[in-house]
Structures are given as C-alpha cells and as structure tokens.
DNA sequence: ATCCGTGCAAACCTTTTGCAAGGGA
DNA sequence: TCCCTTGCAAAAGGTTTGCACGGAT
C-alpha cells in the first residue's frame, strides 16, 4: 500500500482541521516530527527546527507540541529515563525501546492486538474502564551499527 | 499459601545478604515500602520514614531507594508522568495504572504470561535480545471510592 | 480588532551530585 | 580503623508558566 506523503500544504490543512492557527512554528515542528522516524525528544525537535527556522524557542516547541497532541496530530510517548519523546504516529502500535541505544522503534501487529483484546474481553476487571494497553518491549541491540528487524 | 510476615529483623537479614550496612535508614525505608501497597514514589516514602524516624534526609531516600533497586531488593516503577514510584514485590508482573487517582495496581497473571511469551517465541526480533516485557493497563476508575477487583 | 501563539526568562519538580561529618563492620 | 552511608545544599535536567509583544484570522 502506497503511503501517503506529506507537503507543507498537508501540515497546514491538518492544523486548520484542528482550529490550530496555522504558524511557521507549527509547520516546522510537524514536518519534524514526520521526518524523523525516532520518536524524537522536544529538545531534538528543537534543534531540528531551528536548523530550517532559526529562533523558534525551545518553550514554543513543548507547548505547540502539547498543542498537537491534545489535537490529536502526534502522542506523546514515556521513555523509562522518565523524560517524554513524541511520535507522529498516532495510530493504535506498540514500542520496542533499545536499551543501550535508547532507539525507539514502532512496533505494529495485528495479531498481538487480537490476542490482548481477547484476553481482557475475558478477564473481568470491576469498577474501571480499561482506556489503553500498551506493551514496552526492552530489549538490547546486539549489533549497535545495524538496525531491527521484525519477522 | 500463607504470606510471609516481615520484621525488622528480616530486613536486616536482607540489607546484610545484599552487603549493605544495615542502617536505620535503610531499615525505615525496606518498612515504608513493605507496608505501602500504593506504589509509593520518593516523596511519599520521605513522609513515611519521617514520622517514625524524624531526620531522615530526602536525599537518603532517593540514593537508598537507588541501592535496594540496585540490589534487587526494589523496582522501580516508571510512570506516565514522567516520575517514578517504587514496588516492594520484585517478583515479575504488570501494573494497571488507574488515571483518575494515579494508583499503580499489581496485576499478576501466570496466563497472561504464558501468553506473551509464547507470542514472542513465535514472533522473530533480529540483531536484538529481549530483555523485558510490560503491559502498562490503563484503566479509569468509576468509583473512586471503592477498590478494584480482577477475576 | 481580537485573540491566539510566540519568545524570553524565571520558576518548578523530581532527581542527582559533591562534600564533609558520622556511624557500621 | 576503614570505608560506606548520611545530611545538607547546590546543581542538574526536563518541563511548565507568566507576561508582554507580535502575528494569524
């Protein structure tokens, strides 16, 4: 399936959508987070952006990126270090977190998403509403020059 | 089965196989944590301690908190926030994070276990060791005044 | 013209660190 | 005695906030 790719235009359509004024700073910081497929931190963003558009301040960057996120257009994602990374992708995934890399890398499987469905459709939880499940995998890259590969 | 009752004299025996000196402290704080089933965070156990053990410096507690972990006598506990709170039971198992009053709930399950690693046996990661898996079960609580009960 | 969004800096919260003094083995 | 542990305070790191200005609608 061919995937879908976004220009400027799209970044400012998606913020109208949202009735999110549409900014030079918003662009900049949605096409970063598009860009980059490693769940960057603010202070990533930060830089990314203000390689493209000097001065954006780093305050700008964490509200716009609360802003995106309370519209829906990115998540914010807790790392173990106890600090937050963001990830465009706002679809229903999973995490593998890289230990000694600290890579975050997505981890989208149909079949896991049926098995824990099915698991806690059985398992009765009384007096709460179950919002979200989310698995951290941890693991250790043995070969840190290479990447992941999910079979 | 019929749990086991700590004293004082138990955590004493643990910090001593752990080649930790046994202090007041450490002491205080094995209790704090023993006797919370809430998932305390670094905070709540310098308030504990503090009540039966006046003086206790909050700096103590965090590189405390940090050896008992280090020895295995401790977990720590990442949380949505950002911060981190700390779980007496060491043994493997998740933890159901309720959104409205930020309690962290054990969740043990030998069949959700089995489950996940059965899924993960199947499931080929390459270039990388697995390390760990959790379940992070985001609930909300409906009444907050009462408990929440898993069959 | 109206507000929302931005930049700057200060404040905040949690956690870590350095160091001198004190206490366990 | 030796070295680990403590208390204190300062610092660090990441994130949030307040406010006046500037820019989008």
Redesign the interface.
């Known amino acids: 399936l061919a995937e879908k790719r976004y220009t400027c235009e799209n970044f400012r359509e998606m913020l109208k959508k949202c009735s999110l004024k549409v900014t030079i700073q918003r662009i900049a910081i949605l096409e970063a987070l598009y860009t980059s497929a490693l769940h960057p931190s603010a202070e990533n963003i930060f830089e990314t952006v203000n390689i493209g558009y000097p001065g954006i301040s780093l305050g700008t960057v964490y509200k716009t990126l609360d802003s995106l996120v309370q519209a829906g257009l990115a998540v914010k994602v ?7 990374r963001y990830d465009w992708n706002t679809a229903y995934h999973n995490h ?1 977190y ?2 000694n890399t600290s890579e975050i890398i997505d981890f989208e ?1 149909q ?2 998403k049926q ?1 824990l469905d099915d ?1 806690f459709r059985k ?21 840190v020059s ?6």
């Open positions: 807790p790392t173990a270090e106890g600090s937050f593998i890289c230990v499987d079949e896991l098995i698991y398992k009765r939880l009384e007096n709460v509403r179950l919002k979200d499940i989310r698995l951290q995998i941890n693991v250790e890259k043995l070969d290479k990447g992941i590969q999910i079979k």
